[in-house]
């Protein structure tokens, strides 16, 4: 068998599987349909190529079926080149492509050439191939003059090398069918083209130099010497059937043994060769994994985070954000914190992440999935999720993913010109997991000091209620008996009247105090319609209220697996709050329900409680819930931090967001 009919034979292969790789991988991708009808049609090209070389003399209908795939070849490389290179600018012949195929295939069914003509025509077709083939490099080479980014400008100069590379091995095949006696080379280097545009542009992994020496050398060498124990075992035997089967498989089970050793040590001797800067990377990370077991505060993690990536990747700075403990938006961990607004939850970048469900990725990325996306929609989502990545200035964005729960990130800016490969993002893979589990981790701890915490506070707010109340009605009690004795003057009966109000007062402050460390208990089998509960606060509310008050009820049947008297004080407080905002200056308040068919989670239900009062200052937005934190001058500081506790009682979240143009908005999301 010659160097030709071995190539085919690779080529179809290789070919084939390519094409099945593409579909699998993607069926409603168009950069991978086109890339997938190209392979397709290679691999029925070459089969017909193969299947001539074996039968002598060419049947006619065989003959016709390859000048057609002939024709079709250079329309489907130029589509493929203009759904996988980034620059798209100039729209893509389609119609009068298929127009040049269609009429080549109608020519040959009416012409009745025989298999002799019809070889001429498919030599002739091949000889036009050169025309496709130059205006793809030409493609490659604009759209490598256009790229700005680094790793997109990357892949365009491995692709157009690969393929100047083909077309120079071409000629090997062109010098061997005129009998120079040279060794036909071009199908195999356009196999080898393939391989590396799928790999490049398909799958998005990239590779550096070293990297593919590396991998070319641990391929070479571990082939090198299992064909040395195969050679050792099998290649004395001569005509021996008996001894040939037997000693392959002594051969075959002695690979099997020695593989993972010698895969070890070759890979090994490779790395050290090859991947220093990959070595030193994964030496980095293993060391800042040892040094991140057992800290318990997500805020010691950035300092250490950020000198190991500078040491490994060369990165210019490097941000790590958490979710907070409401799970409404994500801070900036460590000391440039300052300097960062909290990014909200639902923020494009934040759920791009927990969408995409992978581990680290450049940002480069986004913008590859939104030109490669068919619906508009998607398309504007990834943008939007890449200007937010811009914002951040980041390169290399690190998700630290729990479950399917995305509980902190990292934004990492690399060096000018730093160039981060798929292996070695993979590698930054199980840093993230171990951080993803330590920033869990800390909330539990968190939230089981706090539940410690409020236990012995209940404990400590019985006692103190009894043995502060008590006083308390003596004073008041004295207070008004002084009051009403017929010697008081105004001054001092002016006085007895602010001792019993700040007596009152007291009083609410205690009582609301131990309302906070021991919050009602609901009863877990009662339900209610919050929609019923809405309008009987706005009638409790509507004789005293001083702005209108409206119920805008977006869905009406559902129903809570709630207590329908702590929905109420919940949702009172919060309206008393809206109204008392809103006193200097006209407005409306708003209680929204949402649910259904709404644009809220799946099983969730939203009410929310709407003013149009001056707001909430941003630096405050996130202590509103703290408890003794109060805006009023007289206020208490416990009311919203009840309402959490009583919220979160019920199994739901409580947020605030502003109102635009003015006031704010509290919302109580509850699980239906």
Same mark, same amino acid.
């Given at each position: 068998?010659?160097?030709? !009919?071995?190539?085919?034979?690779?080529?179809?292969? /290789?070919?084939?599987?390519?094409?099945?790789?593409?579909?699998?991988?993607? *069926?409603?991708?168009? =950069?991978?349909?086109?890339?997938?009808?190209?392979? &397709? &049609?290679?691999?029925?090209?070459?089969?017909?190529?193969?299947?001539?070389?074996?039968?002598?003399? !060419?049947?006619?209908?065989?003959?016709?079926?390859?000048?057609?795939?002939?024709?079709?070849?250079?329309?489907?490389?130029?589509?493929?080149?203009?759904?996988?290179?980034?620059?798209?600018?100039?729209?893509?012949?389609?119609?009068?492509?298929?127009?040049?195929?269609?009429?080549? %295939?109608?020519?040959?069914?009416?012409?009745?050439?025989?298999?002799?003509?019809?070889?001429?025509?498919?030599?002739?077709?091949?000889?036009?191939?050169?025309?496709?083939?130059?205006?793809?490099?030409? =493609?490659?080479?604009?759209?490598?003059?256009?790229?700005?980014?680094?790793?997109?400008?990357?892949?365009? +100069?491995?692709?157009?090398? %690969?393929?100047?590379?083909? /077309?120079?091995?071409?000629?090997?095949?062109?010098? $061997?069918?005129?009998?120079?006696?040279?060794?036909?080379?071009? #199908?195999?280097?356009?196999?080898?083209?393939?391989?590396?545009g799928f790999q490049l542009f398909v799958q998005r992994a990239l590779m550096t130099a070293e990297e593919v020496s590396a991998r070319l050398a641990l391929f070479g060498g571990l082939a090198s010497m299992l064909s040395v124990i195969y050679w050792l075992l099998v290649s004395w035997v001569g005509d021996q059937r008996g001894l040939y089967f037997f000693n392959t498989f002594i051969a075959s089970f002695v690979i099997l043994v020695l593989f993972e050793p010698v895969k070890g040590f070759t890979l090994r001797i490779t790395r050290r060769i090859f991947l220093r800067e990959s070595a030193r990377l994964e030496r980095e990370l293993a060391s800042l994994s040892e040094e991140l077991m057992g800290i318990p505060d997500p805020g010691a993690v950035a300092a250490p985070f950020e000198a190991a990536l500078q040491r490994g990747l060369g990165a210019r700075s490097c941000s790590l954000w958490a979710l907070d403990r409401d799970g409404t938006a994500f801070v900036a961990l460590g000391t440039k914190g $300052?300097?960062?607004?909290?990014?909200?939850? @639902?923020?494009?970048?934040?759920?791009?992440?927990?969408?995409?469900?992978?581990?680290?990725?450049?940002?480069?990325?986004?913008?590859?999935?939104?030109?490669?996306?068919?619906?508009?929609?998607?398309?504007?989502?990834?943008?939007?999720?890449?200007?937010?990545?811009?914002?951040?200035?980041?390169?290399?964005?690190?998700?630290? #993913?729990?479950?399917?729960?995305?509980?902190?990130?990292?934004?990492?800016?690399?060096?000018?010109?730093?160039?981060?490969?798929?292996?070695?993002?993979?590698?930054?893979?199980?840093?993230? =997991?171990?951080?993803?589990?330590?920033?869990?981790?800390?909330?539990?701890?968190?939230?089981?000091?706090?539940?410690?915490?409020?236990?012995?506070?209940?404990?400590? $707010?019985?006692?103190?209620?009894?043995?502060?109340?008590?006083?308390?009605?003596?004073?008041?009690?004295?207070?008004?008996?002084?009051?009403?004795?017929? !010697? &008081?003057?105004? $001054?001092?009966?002016?006085?007895?009247?602010?001792?019993?109000?700040? @007596?009152?007062?007291?009083?609410?402050?205690?009582?609301?105090?131990?309302?906070?460390?021991?919050?009602? *208990?609901?009863?877990?089998?009662?339900?209610?319609?919050?929609?019923? &509960?809405?309008?009987?606060?706005?009638?409790?509310?509507?004789?005293?209220?001083? /702005?209108?008050?409206?119920?805008?009820?977006?869905?009406?049947?559902?129903?809570?697996?709630?207590?329908?008297?702590?929905?109420?004080?919940?949702?009172?407080?919060?309206?008393?709050?809206?109204?008392?905002?809103?006193?200097?200056?006209?407005?409306?308040?708003?209680?929204?329900?949402?649910?259904?068919?709404? =644009?809220?989670?799946?099983?969730?239900?939203?009410?929310?409680?709407?003013? +149009?009062?001056?707001?909430?200052?941003?630096?405050?937005?996130? *202590?509103?819930?703290?408890?003794?934190?109060?805006?009023?001058?007289?206020?208490?500081?416990?009311?919203? %931090?009840?309402?959490?506790?009583? /919220?979160?009682?019920?199994?739901?979240?409580?947020?605030?967001?502003?109102?635009?143009?003015?006031?704010?908005?509290?919302?109580?999301?509850?699980?239906?």
């Amino acid at each position: 068998m010659d160097v030709g !009919t071995v190539s085919l034979i690779i080529a179809a292969f /290789v070919d084939g599987a390519l094409g099945l790789a593409c579909l699998l991988r993607a *069926r409603r991708s168009r =950069r991978s349909l086109s890339v997938a009808a190209l392979c &397709v &049609v290679l691999f029925a090209h070459d089969t017909v190529c193969l299947v001539e070389r074996f039968q002598s003399p !060419t049947h006619a209908s065989l003959a016709a079926f390859h000048a057609v795939l002939a024709a079709a070849l250079g329309p489907l490389l130029l589509r493929a080149l203009h759904d996988t290179l980034p620059e798209r600018r100039a729209r893509f012949p389609l119609r009068w492509s298929l127009v040049f195929v269609a009429g080549i %295939a109608v020519f040959v069914a009416m012409a009745g050439l025989d298999a002799i003509a019809l070889t001429v025509l498919g030599d002739a077709l091949h000889a036009v191939l050169v025309i496709p083939a130059g205006l793809g490099i030409a =493609r490659i080479y604009r759209s490598w003059r256009g790229a700005g980014a680094a790793r997109e400008r990357t892949r365009l +100069t491995i692709l157009f090398y %690969a393929a100047a590379g083909s /077309v120079v091995l071409y000629t090997t095949d062109i010098a $061997a069918a005129i009998g120079l006696g040279v060794i036909p080379l071009g #199908v195999l280097g356009r196999s080898v083209l393939l391989l590396l545009g799928f790999q490049l542009f398909v799958q998005r992994a990239l590779m550096t130099a070293e990297e593919v020496s590396a991998r070319l050398a641990l391929f070479g060498g571990l082939a090198s010497m299992l064909s040395v124990i195969y050679w050792l075992l099998v290649s004395w035997v001569g005509d021996q059937r008996g001894l040939y089967f037997f000693n392959t498989f002594i051969a075959s089970f002695v690979i099997l043994v020695l593989f993972e050793p010698v895969k070890g040590f070759t890979l090994r001797i490779t790395r050290r060769i090859f991947l220093r800067e990959s070595a030193r990377l994964e030496r980095e990370l293993a060391s800042l994994s040892e040094e991140l077991m057992g800290i318990p505060d997500p805020g010691a993690v950035a300092a250490p985070f950020e000198a190991a990536l500078q040491r490994g990747l060369g990165a210019r700075s490097c941000s790590l954000w958490a979710l907070d403990r409401d799970g409404t938006a994500f801070v900036a961990l460590g000391t440039k914190g $300052a300097s960062f607004h909290p990014i909200l939850a @639902t923020d494009p970048i934040v759920e791009y992440m927990t969408v995409r469900q992978a581990g680290p990725f450049v940002v480069e990325e986004i913008e590859n999935d939104a030109a490669s996306l068919v619906r508009e929609g998607s398309r504007r989502f990834c943008e939007a999720a890449l200007e937010s990545a811009r914002r951040l200035g980041a390169d290399l964005i690190l998700p630290f #993913v729990h479950g399917d729960r995305c509980v902190g990130f990292a934004s990492v800016s690399l060096g000018e010109g730093a160039l981060l490969s798929t292996d070695q993002a993979r590698t930054l893979d199980p840093l993230c =997991r171990q951080i993803a589990g330590s920033f869990r981790n800390a909330e539990i701890l968190r939230s089981l000091r706090e539940r410690d915490k409020l236990a012995a506070l209940g404990e400590l $707010a019985a006692g103190l209620a009894h043995e502060i109340k008590n006083p308390l009605g003596a004073i008041k009690g004295a207070a008004q008996l002084l009051q009403a004795g017929p !010697t &008081v003057g105004p $001054a001092a009966r002016e006085m007895l009247t602010i001792l019993s109000d700040e @007596t009152d007062r007291l009083s609410n402050v205690v009582t609301e105090f131990l309302d906070y460390a021991r919050p009602r *208990r609901g009863q877990p089998s009662t339900s209610c319609s919050p929609l019923r &509960v809405m309008e009987h606060i706005a009638g409790l509310l509507a004789p005293e209220a001083r /702005v209108p008050i409206e119920i805008v009820a977006e869905a009406k049947d559902v129903v809570l697996s709630a207590d329908p008297e702590i929905l109420k004080q919940v949702l009172l407080n919060l309206s008393l709050n809206a109204m008392q905002a809103m006193e200097q200056n006209q407005g409306r308040l708003t209680l929204r329900l949402r649910g259904g068919t709404t =644009r809220v989670p799946r099983g969730s239900v939203e009410i929310a409680v709407e003013d +149009t009062g001056p707001g909430i200052p941003p630096e405050a937005r996130d *202590r509103v819930f703290m408890p003794f934190f109060t805006t009023k001058p007289k206020g208490s500081g416990l009311g919203l %931090a009840i309402c959490q506790r009583l /919220v979160e009682g019920m199994k739901g979240t409580i947020s605030v967001t502003p109102n635009l143009p003015s006031g704010c908005v509290f919302t109580v999301r509850l699980p239906a």
